[in-house]
Nanobody, 128 residues
Framework: QVQLVESGGGLVQSGGSLRLSCAAS????????MGWFRQAPGKEREFVAA????????SYADSVKGRFTISRDNAKNTVHLQMNSLKPEDTAVYYC?????????????????????WGPGTQVTVSL
């Protein structure tokens, strides 16, 4: 099994920045595609960003391109999401996820149903 735990969420003013972290343990997380998703109240969970096993490829939702950056440090088994120029519409619970398929197949999938492990989430609130 893989355990994922997010941290770094909190309250920030519009235009501010936050850095989310995801710590992974168990399994072979260093070979997994990792993703960030978010879910606002009353809305479906949506894709935010993904990164392949070695960090050489990333993908982003259109709504966060140019503002968010996903990265990973396999030596530390961590994944990060640097969020800049935050907007109130970024307010959501942010989830870290891992795709346990072979890394050459997983790529940087944006599909929720391809991810196998999920963290409990961390709240991000952006005030006006």
């Amino acid at each position: 099994q893989v355990q994922l735990v997010e941290s770094g969420g909190g309250l920030v003013q519009s235009g501010g920045s936050l850095r989310l972290s995801c710590a992974a343990s168990g399994g072979t997380a260093s070979r997994y595609t990792m993703g960030w998703f978010r879910q606002a109240p009353g809305k479906e969970r949506e894709f935010v960003a993904a990164i392949n096993w070695n960090g050489g490829r990333t993908s982003y939702a259109d709504s966060v391109k140019g503002r968010f950056t996903i990265s990973r440090d396999n030596a530390k088994n961590t994944v990060h999401l640097q969020m800049n120029s935050l907007k109130p519409e970024d307010t959501a619970v942010y989830y870290c996820a891992a795709d346990n398929r072979p890394y050459s197949i997983a790529g940087v999938t944006t599909r929720l149903n391809e991810y196998d492990y999920w963290g409990p989430g961390t709240q991000v609130t952006v005030s006006l």
